[in-house]
């Protein structure tokens, strides 16, 4: 048992019961006390701590009618050792997901990142719970420098004959710079040819970090470099 957090949520629920077997069976979380008569449990899971409150049994606060889903413009960041162990129980449940698994990488200083293994579920009353397991952390350097690489490997695809091998190839560029930059460059590009200019056009500066810009830049520029004898011969396409 974690020591008791200084903020605790507590959910107003239409059956307590039914909540409970979903937080305990599905998710995990242990019931520290219960008050059956009031139908109310408190329940925690590592550092995560909750109570469940039945409506309409005792005091009630109420702000608002309680349309379901519950909690609507809110979701509960729930960090657990390996959220593969909630999949299973749920998968064999049978309980949807409102979000498969996904890895997230979130920006936590000007060249760091913490990275999270994450999924959403809904509770019984539509509380929507985000359980997520951690990856560690990386510095964006780290990052561009596979970037590059990667990188690196398609640009002389470029210099292709075939036009079309050379759009597939920009496009597999754009798509390395996408992983590099958390942001997808070749949106609404599809497979014409894109330039640096296209690049900077699509991709906000406040998105990008001095180090990253420049990434983006020479590459651009390096892949113009091998198209533009091509492009200046058979002509530029529209978009």
Same mark, same amino acid.
């Not at 060249?111 to 999270?116: F, I, L, R, T």
């Not at 985000?130 to 596979?146: I, K, V």
């Not at 798509?175 to 296209?198: F, K, R, Y």
């Given at each position: 048992m974690s020591a008791e957090p200084s903020l605790v949520p507590e959910l107003a629920v239409t059956d307590c019961d039914v909540s409970v077997r979903f937080w305990r069976d599905l998710l995990g979380f242990e019931v520290l006390y219960d008050r059956?008569?009031?139908?109310?449990?408190? $329940?925690?899971? &590592?550092?995560?701590?909750?109570? *469940?409150?039945?409506? /309409?049994i005792?005091? %009630?606060?109420?702000?608002?009618?309680?349309?379901?889903?519950?909690?609507?413009?809110?979701?509960?960041?729930?960090?657990?050792?390996?959220?593969?162990?909630?999949?299973?129980?749920?998968?064999?449940?049978?309980?949807?997901?409102?979000?498969?698994?996904?890895?997230?990488?979130?920006?936590?200083?000007?060249?760091?990142?913490?990275?999270?293994?994450?999924?959403?579920v809904q509770d019984p009353d539509g509380y929507l719970l985000r359980l997520q397991m951690s990856l560690g952390h990386r510095t964006l350097e780290q990052e561009l420098n596979a970037a590059e690489?990667?990188?690196?490997? $398609?640009?002389? &695809?470029?210099?292709?004959?075939? *036009?079309?091998?050379? /759009?597939?190839?920009? %496009?597999?560029?754009?798509?390395?710079?996408?992983?590099?930059?958390?942001?997808?460059?070749?949106?609404?590009h599809g497979t014409e040819p894109?330039?640096?200019?296209?690049?900077?056009?699509?991709?906000?500066?406040?998105?990008l970090p001095g180090t990253r810009a420049r990434l983006v830049v020479t590459l651009a520029n390096r892949i113009d470099g091998v198209r533009r004898p091509k492009d200046e011969t058979v002509g530029r396409r529209g978009r």
């Amino acid at each position: 048992m974690s020591a008791e957090p200084s903020l605790v949520p507590e959910l107003a629920v239409t059956d307590c019961d039914v909540s409970v077997r979903f937080w305990r069976d599905l998710l995990g979380f242990e019931v520290l006390y219960d008050r059956p008569e009031e139908g109310f449990a408190y $329940l925690a899971l &590592g550092g995560a701590h909750l109570m *469940l409150d039945q409506a /309409d049994i005792g005091r %009630t606060w109420r702000t608002a009618p309680f349309d379901p889903p519950l909690g609507r413009g809110i979701n509960f960041q729930i960090s657990v050792p390996d959220v593969a162990d909630q999949l299973r129980q749920l998968r064999e449940a049978g309980w949807p997901l409102f979000m498969e698994p996904e890895e997230k990488w979130y920006r936590i200083g000007p060249s760091k990142e913490a990275g999270v293994r994450q999924f959403l579920v809904q509770d019984p009353d539509g509380y929507l719970l985000r359980l997520q397991m951690s990856l560690g952390h990386r510095t964006l350097e780290q990052e561009l420098n596979a970037a590059e690489q990667r990188v690196s490997s $398609l640009v002389s &695809g470029a210099c292709s004959e075939d *036009l079309f091998a050379q /759009d597939l190839c920009v %496009t597999n560029v754009l798509g390395c710079l996408a992983d590099a930059v958390q942001h997808d460059p070749t949106q609404g590009h599809g497979t014409e040819p894109v330039s640096s200019d296209d690049l900077i056009e699509v991709m906000p500066s406040d998105r990008l970090p001095g180090t990253r810009a420049r990434l983006v830049v020479t590459l651009a520029n390096r892949i113009d470099g091998v198209r533009r004898p091509k492009d200046e011969t058979v002509g530029r396409r529209g978009r």
